[in-house]
């Protein structure tokens, strides 16, 4: 992994960027989908596809290639939109989401476009598939990373725990699981529905590294990455805290936002303060 640097920081801040407003431009074509998760992971994928992941769109079956999955599927308009920013498939394809005969379903499907590792969405089950693929980088005797992305509330799902338990008892120190920790659901506030609390400490109970982090700030996130490179002897867990629908101020920290798409005119809105953010974060630094 390359050494941070603050231009670096900044693009990488700027692509997050960017990548939220093809969220909302995406969601508001489709007429359907997901608002808060997506809009509040893009800081995350924005680090992970431009600076963190050993990857080539070039060669997206390149064996040495680090593994993305995902889990929590119903976010797939942040991967989509960063995987086309990445060169992937074309930029102007993100208009075609959940549309009939459309590669980007509302959940993402391995083999429709370069990139999908996995098909998901039945929540519970993408740590046990990055499970898998840590086990056959010890087969191959690869160093490759393997990471998960999860929602907190998948943590509801027994087979999440199952999966929990048996990487600490193996010691898959290849594998990191990224915990989008955004306290929603689609019917409210985690805590108010099934308390998740103490998440560190369950995971510290399965022989999990954990460490804990403000999900939008690009630094934290890659030290993060950078200490769970460095254990060797565990599987760690990074519990990401997020704004649900970060970078918007009307749905900023409202479960309503789980599953809805904007309106046009909400759009419109969203896409203008999105655009206002931009500009202040390159004129603080120019």
Known sequence: MDSLTEKKTRYLELTANRIREHIVEMLVEAGSGHSAGPLGMADIFSALYFHILKHDPKNPHWSERDRLVVSNGHICPVQYAALALAGYF????????RKINSRLQGHP??????????TSGPLGSGLSQA??????AELDKSRRQIYC??????HQEGNTWEAIMFAGKRRLANL????????????????????????????????WH????????????????????????APTAIIAHTIPGKGVDFMEQD???HGKPPTKDEARKAISELRTL?????????
């Open 131 to 136: 499970i898998g693929m840590t086990l056959a």
């Open 90 to 97: 074309p930029i102007e394809e993100l208009k075609t989401l």
């Open 278 to 286: 931009g500009n202040r974060i390159k004129s603080e630094h120019e």
């Open 176 to 207: 990191t699981a990224i915990i989008d920790r955004n306290n929603i659901q689609i019917s409210g506030f985690t805590e108010d529905i099934m308390p998740l609390e103490s998440l560190r400490k369950k995971y510290e109970a399965f022989r």
């Open 149 to 154: 992305m999860m929602s907190d509330a998948e």
């Open 255 to 257: 479960y309503r936002w």
């Open 109 to 118: 499907h391995r083999g429709s476009i370069p990139g999908i590792e996995t």
């Open 210 to 233: 954990v460490l804990e982090i403000d999900g939008h700030n690009i630094e934290q996130i890659i030290d993060a990455i950078r200490e769970a490179q460095a254990v060797y002897e």
